[in-house]
């Protein structure tokens, strides 16, 4: 399963509960920057795997990411701020 989560454009508290809660079941969290990724997710004290998804090394490694979708893996996209797809990488591993 792959959820798509937006995240805050400013303020770390303007995410929702939801997203939150997502984020805290998924077994790896792709993401634009892990440094900047980072700190949201330190903020909610929430430990995951993090790897690497942008648009430099997106079309390298999605088959291995949809291998593991395939396999029943959960994972959340997050970009540094907003919605994924929106103007960030997600449109290849969505399709």
């Not at 994972?75 to 797809?85: C, E, K």
């Amino acid at each position: 399963m792959l959820y798509l989560i937006p995240t805050p454009i400013g303020n770390l508290k303007d995410i929702t509960l939801r997203a939150i809660e997502t984020l805290q079941t998924v077994d790896v969290i792709l993401c634009e920057d892990t440094r900047t990724s980072s700190k949201l997710l330190q903020h909610y004290k929430i430990v995951k795997p993090l790897s690497p998804y942008h648009q430099h090394n997106e079309h390298k490694i999605v088959p291995h990411l949809v291998d593991q979708l395939k396999a029943g893996k959960k994972m959340a996209l997050i970009t540094d701020a907003g919605t994924p797809g929106i103007s960030d990488p997600a449109f290849l591993l969505v399709r």
